[in-house]
């Protein structure tokens, strides 16, 4: 668990769900918001901004040694918030989030699966 430094919570998921709207209502991160709320915290504060993509991109693909990666779960909600903040054009490039061509959430936690063989 993600406890660092205090996150206001409830702010947060009020901002996120703005964020998302109706139409991604469905891709809120719960478990991100549960087991990661720092990292929630800095997603949302990124949002809309050039540095957000970079972000993703840490968080999917570490340079330390020492990391053990996020629960499959929480790395589908990284994933599908990242294809909505392209989605929404708030991205700076398009193919700019590392996971270009990548239109299904579904498929890409499959090709994950299937490289933890």
Do not use: C
């Amino acid at each position: 668990m993600d406890t660092q430094e205090e996150v206001d919570i409830k702010a947060i998921s009020e901002r996120i769900r703005v964020y998302l709207g109706d139409s991604y209502s469905s891709y809120y991160p719960a478990r991100l918001e549960q087991n990661f709320p720092r990292i929630l915290a800095k997603i949302v504060g990124l949002w809309g901004k050039p540095g957000l993509d970079a972000y993703f991109g840490e968080l999917m693909v570490s340079e330390r040694h020492d990391r053990q990666g996020f629960p499959e779960e929480v790395a589908m909600e990284i994933f599908r918030l990242s294809t909505v903040h392209s989605s929404l054009g708030l991205s700076k490039e398009q193919a700019g989030t590392g996971w270009a061509g990548i239109q299904d959430a579904e498929i890409f936690r499959k090709a994950v699966a299937k490289d933890k063989i």
